[in-house]
């Protein structure tokens, strides 16, 4: 009858220890749940800023300034169910092609004109405080006035 005890003592051991480890896991795979979210990592973040941020400068010649408004483009047409990662446009440039100058979050939906590439441009951009990522570029006239 002995043996029988212990062996009932032991059994329980085993039991509790099973379910203390899978409580321990449950518990790991729920906080783990937590900080899986979608926000992007710093790497990421820094990849899609490049795109955007290699054209900023003073003195930027049109057909960089074309390029960038390609990129933006193709970059909203990517993302154009991710609101966060829409990128708007300001142009304020007087030395311009003739038609409408792109405004808002350009997609490919709507033609517009673009700069003239013989011009020069000042290009900046704004990120967004909250995920770190580029939400807003403001092409302007150079102020060199070549």
């Known amino acids: 009858m002995e043996n029988?005890?212990?062996?009932?003592i032991i059994a329980g051991a085993i039991l509790l220890a099973i379910l203390i480890i899978s409580l321990g896991i449950m518990i790991y795979q729920q906080a783990a749940g937590v900080v899986n979210t979608d926000a992007m990592s710093e790497v990421e973040t820094t990849s899609f800023n490049s795109r955007i941020s290699q054209y900023e400068g003073t003195n930027v010649r049109g057909a960089q300034v074309n390029a960038l408004l390609n990129q933006i483009q193709q970059?909203?047409?990517?993302?154009?169910?991710?609101?966060?990662?829409?990128?708007?446009?300001?142009?304020?440039?007087?030395?311009?092609q003739t038609g409408n100058k792109p405004t808002g979050a350009i997609d490919g939906s709507t033609a517009y004109a673009k700069a003239n590439t013989g011009a020069t441009y000042d290009v900046s951009y704004t990120t967004n405080t909250k995920t770190g990522l580029i939400d807003k570029?403001?092409?302007?006239?150079?102020?060199?006035?070549?």
């Open 4 to 8: 029988a005890s212990k062996a009932l």
């Open 75 to 96: 970059n909203n047409v990517t993302y154009q169910d991710d609101t966060s990662k829409q990128i708007s446009v300001t142009v304020s440039a007087s030395k311009w």
């Open 137 to 146: 570029v403001t092409i302007a006239d150079s102020g060199s006035g070549s």
